[in-house]
């Protein structure tokens, strides 16, 4: 079958995504967007643009092309990892 005929759920199987996590000062939830895994290099690229003051928003559009922006001076941290997740939850070690 054609990648043009694919159902779009086998395609969003074999596509990896990237989950990035931003924590926000004075916020009390953190932002999550996943992106395309071949634009993790970019994401991070305009994180460290963002955190040296190079630009005053960060701006990373998500797998449905939504733009999330985000004020550099509100940054908390960033998290950069699998969407397929590796989050632990519980005590265990």
Do not use: C
């Amino acid at each position: 079958m054609s990648a043009a005929l694919a159902h779009p759920s086998t395609l969003a199987a074999t596509v990896r995504r990237v989950d990035v996590r931003i924590g926000v000062t004075q916020a009390p939830r953190e932002l999550n967007v996943e992106v395309p895994d071949d634009e993790r290099d970019d994401v991070r690229a305009k994180v460290e643009a963002a955190l040296s003051g190079a630009a005053e928003v960060l701006w990373i559009k998500d797998k449905r092309g939504r733009d999330v922006g985000v004020p550099a001076a509100k940054i908390a941290y960033v998290e950069i990892g699998n969407a397929d997740g590796d989050r632990r939850i519980g005590f265990g070690g």
